[in-house]
């Protein structure tokens, strides 16, 4: 079977492999869809190399069906439909001891970890499947570890009906948290430099500001009737995204750390201190997140379509990420088994 392997030097190796029978507790998925992200894009730029183990076949925003069951795995049939929580826990370290399995200081980010979803069929741990209801696409269905990643920093920020949300970054995420934002009752501005991706997220009924063209500060007070915003999702990465942030944000108002920044940032504590800020991180996501984006994917809220710019086969995966790279593509999905 055809993977899609990081070695290393942006250098990504399409090659062969012999599938393997899953093991005890494992469940062999037939692999329909992977998703490409930033965080991949931080496995190819070597930003991560510390940490992962090269060759890597990596992926972790997936869908597919069962192919196999491993010994003692019970509840599932060949042929389900299915999406992976890809997090594994050692449950015995103090932050699972505390309930945050899904943060275990020994944490292994399947996809990141350990092997990925890009190849034809993968083994998991069977305790790591989520359900797809029935009827729903697969191409669809690869949205929903990132829309679990919206409804965790959108349940993070503890976002309340009729409350003013900014959303910094009109990228896959940034439209997944507005989106979320907004189903759960929250007033949505987003904030793109991008004019392509505006008039993309206006299509669905947000607003939009081009930070160079409107001052956000004045913008976001006079919305906000003088108070400024309730929460701040940063999800841009971009330096200086991160120290305005805090301009945009009332008194007591929450900020929502959601980029991956692989650099320390500058930021305004001065500001933090005066207003009584909060400033949370928001990693990943539970299980309760990953069932509302299944049932948010079912019911047609994720604008699926509008995100999904197009599907690749395998052997294109280098060049799909140079597309990503370059801002050419909102999402990209792999054809991983050979669906199309």
């Known amino acids: 079977m055809l993977t899609a392997s990081y070695i290393g030097n942006r250098t990504i190796d399409i090659g062969e492999a012999e599938p393997t029978p899953p093991g005890a507790g494992q469940v062999q998925i037939a692999v329909a869809y992977t998703g490409l992200c930033g965080t991949d894009l931080h496995i190819l730029h070597g930003s991560m190399d510390a940490r992962v183990q090269t060759p890597l076949v990596f992926g972790h925003e997936m869908s597919g069906t069962i192919a196999a069951l491993g010994e003692g795995v019970t509840g599932w049939s060949a042929g389900d439909g299915v999406t992976v929580m890809p997090l594994a826990w050692d449950g015995t370290c ?26 034809p069929l993968w083994n998991v741990p069977a305790e790591t499947l989520v359900r797809l209801p029935e009827g729903v696409r697969l191409d669809h269905a690869a949205l929903v570890e990132p ?17 003013k ?35 993309q997220i206006e299509g ?49 108002g929450t900020i929502v750390v959601v980029a991956i920044h692989s650099t320390p940032r500058e930021i305004d504590l001065q500001r933090v201190f005066w207003r009584e800020l909060s400033i949370l991180g928001a990693r ?14 079912a019911d047609g809220v994720i604008p699926a379509d509008l995100l ?6 395998l052997s294109q995966t280098q060049d799909a990420f140079a597309d990503l790279e370059a801002g050419r593509a909102m999402k990209l999905l792999v054809d991983v088994g050979g669906q199309r």
Do not use: M
Not at 147 to 161: E, G, I, K, Y
Not at 170 to 198: S, Y
Not at 284 to 295: L, M, S
Not at 308 to 313: A, G, S
């Open 94 to 119: 103090p932050a699972c001891l505390a309930g945050n399995q899904h943060i275990c200081q020994n944490l292994d980010f399947i996809g990141i970890d350990s092997p990925g979803s890009l190849q």
């Open 147 to 163: 829309a679990a990643v919206a409804v965790h920093d959108v349940r993070r920020a503890q976002l309340s009906p009729g409350q």
């Open 165 to 199: 949300a900014v959303v910094i970054g009109g990228g896959p995420i940034g439209v997944l948290i507005a989106t979320v934002a907004r189903h759960f009752g929250g007033d949505v501005v987003v904030i793109e430099l991008d004019a392509k991706r505006r008039a």
């Open 204 to 252: 669905l009924g947000f607003t939009t500001l081009d930070p160079r063209a409107v001052d956000q500060v004045a913008w976001v007070t006079e919305w906000s009737g003088g108070a400024g915003a309730d929460v701040v999702f940063e999800v841009s990465g971009a330096a200086q995204a991160v120290l305005g942030a805090t301009s945009l944000a009332k008194v007591r």
């Open 284 to 297: 990943v996501y539970q299980r309760q997140d990953f069932e509302t984006a299944v049932e948010l994917v």
């Open 308 to 313: 999904i710019t197009r599907i690749v086969p």
